[in-house]
Nanobody, 124 residues
Framework: QVQLVESGGRLVQAGGSLRLSCAAS????????MAWFRQAPGKEREFVAA????????YYLGSVQGRFTISRDNANNAVYLQMNSLKPEDTAVYYC?????????????????WGQGTQVTVSS
């Protein structure tokens, strides 16, 4: 059974940094795209970043490019999202997702597995 478990979300001041973690288990993910999405209250789930497990290619939402970095740890089957220069508009529940390739990177429906989410709150 595939499990994705996020951690690392908390309250942080604007300009601060956080690192989110996603522990993946239940299968090998070499043929998968791993992604982070976020959902703010009253808004649709939004793509943030993705990484292709096989070659490490990365993809980002334009508004987080240069501030966020997605990475993977093959040995520990984990995916990370380093978030710097956080802004109040980054406040949301952040979800880890896994989709077997090929996927439409920014389309939530393309992903097969989801974690339960972790809350990130950025105060101004």
């Amino acid at each position: 059974q595939v499990q994705l478990v996020e951690s690392g979300g908390r309250l942080v001041q604007a300009g601060g940094s956080l690192r989110l973690s996603c522990a993946a288990s239940g299968r090998t993910f070499s043929s998968y795209i791993m992604a982070w999405f976020r959902q703010a209250p009253g808004k649709e789930r939004e793509f943030v970043a993705a990484i292709r497990w096989s070659d490490g290619n990365t993809y980002y939402l334009g508004s987080v490019q240069g501030r966020f970095t997605i990475s993977r740890d093959n040995a520990n089957n984990a995916v990370y999202l380093q978030m710097n220069s956080l802004k109040p508009e980054d406040t949301a529940v952040y979800y880890c997702a896994a989709g077997r390739t090929p996927v439409t990177i920014a389309r939530a429906a393309s992903y097969n597995y989801w974690g339960q989410g972790t809350q990130v709150t950025v105060s101004s």
